[in-house]
C-alpha cells in the first residue's frame, strides 16, 4: 500500500480486474502529461501520476474509488511530498472521506 496525503493506492490482483475496466480507455492526462488522482482546490497543486498507464474512473462511484494500471511502473508526485515510486501493476485509487453532519465528502486541499 502507498499513501501520499489523502490518497491511498493499493495493489490489485490483476485477475481481480472486471473486464470492462481493463479493457477502458481512461482518463485524459492533464498539460503536464499526468494521471492526476486528486487535484487541490485552493492551492491547484495535484497528486499526480507520471510514466505510461491509464487511470479508470469506476462508473457510478460518487466516492471518487478509481483503478490505475501500470504497465512499466511509474511515481506517484506531489509539489509538496516526496515522489512515490510504483511498481508495474494494477493499482485501487482512494480518496480519503470525512463526514459532515448529513453526509460523507472526498476531502479536498
Not at 488522482?37 to 510514466?51: P, S, Y
Amino acid at each position: 500500500m502507498y499513501r501520499q496525503g489523502d490518497v491511498l493506492i493499493v495493489p490489485v490482483d490483476a485477475e481481480k480486474v472486471p473486464s470492462y475496466l481493463a479493457d477502458a480507455s481512461g482518463e485524459p492526462r492533464d498539460v503536464r502529461g499526468r494521471l492526476v488522482l486528486a487535484l487541490g482546490e485552493v492551492t491547484g497543486h495535484a497528486h499526480a501520476v507520471t510514466g505510461p498507464g491509464r487511470l479508470i474512473r469506476e462508473p457510478g462511484d460518487a466516492s471518487g474509488r478509481m483503478l490505475l494500471h501500470l504497465p512499466s511502473g511509474g511515481r506517484v508526485v506531489h509539489e509538496e511530498h516526496a515522489a512515490i515510486p510504483l511498481p508495474k501493476g494494477w493499482f485501487r485509487v482512494v480518496r480519503q472521506r470525512e463526514y459532515l453532519p448529513g453526509s460523507v465528502r472526498v476531502v479536498a486541499d
